[in-house]
């Protein structure tokens, strides 16, 4: 995220992208963790922006999206969200399952890198990731996505979603579900088809940065210049 946390504090926006409990250090880190540990900290960065800025918005990747659902359900006041990949259905069948082997597999193997579905050959470049699943963690995420299923409804602030056609690691059918279950009434849904499932990386980053400061503009009350190319 930080390639477009980056394009719009260059635009003049305030921007805090929090290092989520659990990320950022060794596998086993985020097996200790919960998902309530995460919508903490993304609730202490949204608050802490709060108190110095006028009008919010929040935005997230993939496991980010539930995050921004959750936050928007609770805090209605927010001016906008913007969801790339959402999460809310995953590609994985047996996903769901995982609750199950905690116990007894506490990590499994991620694809190589050839194996990614980023178009862009410099893309792996800007993604860092673990080498690993850590079993535990990723259960954790499948009892966000239930909880942000269940809240999806709630959430009625203006949004955008993001999703490209290439994505390998969400359900074919993640995105339009999500936008049809949202109680937004002002929405929008932009399909990309030259992207892998890290969108915010790979061929077509600028122009989902540029649409997304539109996005902001569009819903800050006139705070902003609406137009910005990629």
Same mark, same amino acid.
Request: aromatic share 8%.
């Given at each position: 995220?930080?390639? #477009?946390?980056?394009?719009?504090?260059?635009?003049?926006?305030?921007?805090?992208?929090?290092?989520?409990?659990?990320?950022?250090?060794?596998?086993?880190?985020?097996?200790?963790?919960?998902?309530?540990?995460?919508? =903490?900290?993304?609730?202490?960065?949204? #608050?802490?922006?709060?108190? +110095? /800025?006028?009008?919010?918005?929040?935005?997230?990747?993939?496991?980010?999206?539930?995050?921004?659902?959750?936050?928007?359900?609770?805090?209605?006041?927010?001016?906008?969200?913007?969801?790339?990949?959402?999460?809310?259905?995953?590609?994985?069948? %047996?996903?769901?399952?995982?609750?199950?082997?905690?116990?007894?597999?506490?990590?499994?193997?991620?694809?190589?890198?050839?194996?990614?579905?980023?178009?862009?050959?410099?893309?792996?470049?800007?993604?860092?990731?673990?080498?690993?699943?850590?079993? +535990?963690?990723?259960?954790?995420?499948?009892? %966000?996505?239930?909880?942000?299923?269940?809240?999806?409804?709630?959430?009625?602030?203006?949004?955008?979603?993001?999703?490209?056609?290439?994505?390998?690691?969400?359900?074919?059918?993640?995105?339009?579900?999500?936008?049809?279950?949202?109680?937004?009434?002002?929405?929008? #849904?932009?399909?990309?088809?030259?992207?892998?499932?890290?969108?915010?990386?790979?061929?077509?980053?600028? =122009?989902?940065?540029?649409?997304?400061?539109?996005?902001?503009?569009?819903? /800050?009350?006139?705070? #902003?210049?609406?137009?910005? +190319?990629?």
């Amino acid at each position: 995220m930080r390639l #477009l946390g980056e394009f719009l504090h260059d635009r003049g926006i305030s921007v805090a992208a929090p290092l989520l409990p659990g990320h950022g250090t060794i596998p086993e880190d985020l097996n200790r963790t919960r998902w309530q540990d995460w919508a =903490s900290a993304a609730e202490e960065a949204l #608050l802490a922006l709060r108190a +110095r /800025c006028e009008v919010l918005f929040i935005a997230g990747l993939s496991m980010g999206t539930l995050l921004v659902i959750h936050l928007a359900a609770r805090y209605p006041d927010v001016a906008g969200i913007a969801l790339y990949s959402p999460a809310l259905k995953v590609a994985h069948r %047996l996903l769901p399952l995982l609750p199950l082997l905690g116990p007894f597999v506490k990590q499994w193997p991620k694809e190589s890198e050839e194996d990614t579905d980023l178009t862009d050959p410099d893309a792996v470049k800007r993604c860092w990731s673990y080498e690993t699943w850590p079993t +535990r963690g990723v259960s954790e995420l499948v009892r %966000l996505q239930r909880v942000a299923r269940a809240e999806l409804k709630e959430v009625r602030v203006p949004a955008i979603v993001f999703h490209s056609t290439l994505d390998t690691s969400i359900h074919p059918m993640s995105a339009k579900f999500t936008f049809d279950g949202l109680g937004s009434q002002d929405k929008e #849904l932009v399909t990309l088809h030259n992207s892998g499932h890290v969108v915010t990386v790979d061929s077509e980053r600028e =122009s989902i940065f540029a649409r997304t400061y539109g996005f902001i503009a569009a819903h /800050c009350g006139g705070r #902003l210049q609406p137009n910005v +190319r990629p």
